[in-house]
């Protein structure tokens, strides 16, 4: 990104992370019946909220994290033909903490069940 982006306050600007275009059976999923991806990474933060005094409270969430949101949350915009949200920090629902967190619960979900 050649643009220096910077949010005010409590905002900050995310990009979404592409789903996986097959499922776990191998169904492969055309791009006109996916839903957008609720997950994204964080790209940049504000300052963080201010209270009546002038008190700056920083935000919990920092670059790099991965967060989960909305499905509606935020505004779209377009930055050097980039697509990214731009939403205040209590739009988030929650960090992702873990690379392979989704794939390794899946794998034990799947073998637990079987019996032979």
């Known amino acids: 990104m050649a643009t220096k982006f910077t949010p005010l306050h409590d905002r900050i600007l995310v990009r979404r992370v592409e789903e ?3 499922t776990r059976g191998g169904i492969i999923i055309p791009d006109s019946a996916k839903d957008k ?12 909220k201010s209270n009546d005094e002038g008190k700056v409270f ?6 790099g994290d ?3 949101f909305g499905k509606y949350s935020g505004t779209e915009i377009k930055l050097d033909g980039e697509d990214f949200i731009i939403m205040r920090e209590e739009e988030v629902l929650g960090v ?7 794939a390794s619960a899946g794998s034990k979900k799947e073998t637990a069940g079987s019996r032979r």
């Open 66 to 68: 991965r967060i989960l």
């Open 20 to 22: 996986e275009g097959t």
């Open 37 to 48: 991806p609720q997950e994204g990474e964080v790209i940049s933060v504000g300052r963080g």
């Open 96 to 102: 992702v903490s873990g690379s392979a967190s989704g």
């Open 58 to 63: 920083p935000l919990v969430v920092k670059d």
